[in-house]
T-cell receptor, first 112, second 117 residues
Framework: SQQGEEDPQALSIQEGENATMNCSYKTSINNLQWYRQNSGRGLVHLIL?????REKHSGRLRVTLDTSKKSSSLLITASRAADTASYFC????????????FGDGTTLTVKP | GAVVSQHPSWVICKSGTSVKIECRSLDFQATTMFWYRQFPKQSLMLMAT?????????EQGVEKDKFLINHASLTLSTLTVTSAHPEDSSFYIC?????????????FGAGTRLSVL
C-alpha cells in the first residue's frame, strides 16, 4: 500500500505549545501535502512540499521532508485552540493520474 | 480562490431510494474531480476519479453500478448512490483539481453526511 502513516494518532496540548505530527510513506513521491480537517467538514490544503525540497514554511507551519527516510513532519508553533482539527498528509506520485494517497491522520486537540 | 461547493451537506433517506450529491467548482475549471468516503475517525478512502467528458475511474472494490458518477461539465460532478442501504451511510467528500494545474493539490467540498434508514 502506498498509504502514508501518521503518528501520533492523537495529540493533546496546551495553547501556546508547539505541535509536531509525523508522516511516513512507502514509495518514492513527487510531492507531499498536508491538509487540515475540522470535524464534519471537508479538507483544507495547508502546504505542499516537493520531493526536491527539505523544508518549507507558511506562517506558523513548518514542514520538513526526508526522502531518504520517506518521512515528513508538520510543526505548528504557538498553537491556538482554533488549531484543533485532524491533520492529514497526502502523497503525490508521478504516474497516478493526479491522485493523492491520504494518511490516517493525527487528531490535534489544543486546550485553551 | 478555489471554492468547491458540495450539496446537500446532509441527507436522510429510506433504504432502497437513490441519492444524488453534487460537487461544483465555483471559481475555477476542474478537469478532474475525486469522490471519497470517510468513516468516523478514519482517513479518506478514494472511491473514484471523475474526468470531464469521460467515464469515471473507480477504485478496486467500489461498485460502479452502485455509485454512479457523472462529470458533464468542467465545473460539475455528481455522485448518485443508487438503491441506498444502511451500510452506505457515511460521509462523502468530493474534491477538484484545477485544470492545467502543475501539482496534485485538491480543493475539497464540505462533505455530505448520508444516513440511510
Amino acid at each position: 500500500s502506498q498509504q502514508g502513516e501518521e503518528d501520533p494518532q492523537a495529540l493533546s496540548i496546551q495553547e501556546g505549545e508547539n505541535a509536531t505530527m509525523n508522516c511516513s510513506y512507502k514509495t518514492s513521491i513527487n510531492n507531499l501535502q498536508w491538509y487540515r480537517q475540522n470535524s464534519g467538514r471537508g479538507l483544507v490544503h495547508l502546504i505542499l512540499i516537493r520531493s526536491n525540497e527539505r523544508e518549507k514554511h507558511s506562517g506558523r507551519l513548518r514542514v520538513t521532508l526526508d526522502t531518504s527516510k520517506k518521512s515528513s513532519s508538520l510543526l505548528i508553533t504557538a498553537s491556538r485552540a482554533a488549531d484543533t482539527a485532524s491533520y492529514f498528509c497526502a502523497t503525490g506520485y508521478n504516474t497516478n493520474a493526479g491522485k493523492s494517497t491520504f494518511g490516517d491522520g493525527t487528531t490535534l486537540t489544543v486546550k485553551p | 480562490g478555489a471554492v468547491v461547493s458540495q450539496h446537500p451537506s446532509w441527507v436522510i433517506c429510506k433504504s432502497g431510494t437513490s441519492v444524488k450529491i453534487e460537487c461544483r467548482s465555483l471559481d475555477f475549471q476542474a478537469t478532474t474531480m475525486f469522490w471519497y468516503r470517510q468513516f468516523p475517525k478514519q482517513s479518506l478512502m478514494l472511491m473514484a476519479t471523475s474526468n470531464e467528458g469521460s467515464k469515471a475511474t473507480y477504485e478496486q472494490g467500489v461498485e460502479k453500478d452502485k455509485f454512479l458518477i457523472n462529470h458533464a461539465s468542467l465545473t460539475l460532478s455528481t455522485l448518485t448512490v443508487t438503491s441506498a442501504h444502511p451500510e452506505d451511510s457515511s460521509f462523502y467528500i468530493c474534491s477538484a483539481r484545477k485544470a492545467r494545474q502543475g501539482t496534485n493539490i485538491q480543493y475539497f467540498g464540505a462533505g455530505t453526511r448520508l444516513s440511510v434508514l
